[in-house]
């Protein structure tokens, strides 16, 4: 008797199984021929060789679809089987339309003419600047085009960045060490990764350095490679700072800068970088630059009043 053993490495082998084992179930009903033992986060099979193969490729279909939406049923799991898996089912059919798949199947699509020009200039961009105000989604739709990259096997890893202005100076006056006194200033970070990520997954990513998230003072010196890379609250960075940043971009890397130049919380006198950035780099070929104003705000609707308050405000003074 043939022995064949399939070990679940890039998803989460209970979710995947189901409760109560229920995908197993139908796997079995389906290959009657077959015995199947699933424990752990390995698959084993044994019987004729013929039918391993054909259980072997189903297996990958189902491990292939569930990594990439983060949810089975027992539709998907039957049309698989039967070998209708090119055919999907309506919710997943506008494919162009959703950026990844997040938590238990949530999808995450550009929700504004602006953040779709975003998801557009990535594809066609290796460096892409996305300027706005806040609640305008540049941030959440720049870690969603990361977080897909990395499970299309595009790259390796993702670096999430942000100048620690505010953090800066009170450092020494934090308690914890560095790590849990920088974790508050990067939690929109970790709130973006928590929507598209499995908890467990995402904590494994966290302590291998699939994923790192660091200050931007981390980032001299080093050349990111075969990574997604994306700077945030870009309006904060000094001219030395934008410089060190946009020169660490190594091969089969893709940057996204997101920044709000109305944001700005440097000390006086000192240029933005991000500002600086939006000029020199305006006619350079392979650069995506895209702004975004208050008819992109994904917020409650009361941010889009609140920003154009502000805005009649600053234009009389």
Do not use: W
């Not at 060490?177 to 499995?198: F, T, V």
């Amino acid at each position: 008797m043939n022995e064949l053993s399939i070990e679940l490495t890039d998803i989460n082998p209970r979710e995947f199984f189901g409760q109560n084992q229920e995908t197993i179930t139908l796997i079995k009903a389906h290959f009657v021929k077959l015995k199947i033992v699933a424990r752990g986060n390995v698959i084993k099979a044994y019987g004729d060789e013929a039918q391993l193969n054909d259980f072997q490729e189903k297996i990958e279909q189902l491990t292939s679809h569930y990594a990439r939406y983060n949810q089975m049923n027992e539709q998907i799991i039957s049309m698989v089987l039967a070998g209708d898996h090119q055919t999907a089912p309506r919710e997943f059919a506008a494919m162009d339309q959703v950026i990844v798949h997040g938590i238990n199947g949530k999808v995450i699509t550009a929700k504004s003419v602006n953040q779709r020009k975003i998801v557009s200039s990535a594809e066609l961009n290796d460096l892409v600047f996305a300027i706005g105000p806040a609640g305008t989604g540049k941030t959440y739709t720049s870690v969603a085009l990361a977080v897909r990259a990395l499970k299309d096997k595009q790259v390796k890893r993702i670096i999430l960045t942000r100048p620690a202005v505010e953090a800066g100076e009170n450092l020494g006056f934090l308690p914890g060490d560095l790590k849990e006194k920088l974790d508050p200033y990067m939690q929109p970070l970790y709130d973006a990764l928590r929507d598209m990520i499995p908890p467990e997954k995402l904590q494994l990513f966290l302590e291998t350095g699939v994923i790192q998230i660091a200050p931007l003072a981390f980032m001299r010196g080093r050349t990111l490679d075969n990574a997604f890379v994306i700077l945030d609250e870009a309006q904060n960075t000094t001219h030395a700072q934008m410089k060190m940043f946009l020169t660490r971009m190594g091969k089969n890397a893709k940057f996204i800068v997101t920044g709000d130049p109305g944001q700005i919380d440097l000390p006086r006198r000192v240029t933005s970088g991000l500002k600086e950035a939006l000029l020199i780099l305006k006619d350079v070929p392979g650069i995506g630059m895209v702004h975004l104003d208050d008819r992109d705000v994904i917020r409650h609707k009361l941010v889009k009043a609140v920003i154009e308050a502000y805005k009649h405000i600053e234009h009389q003074n």
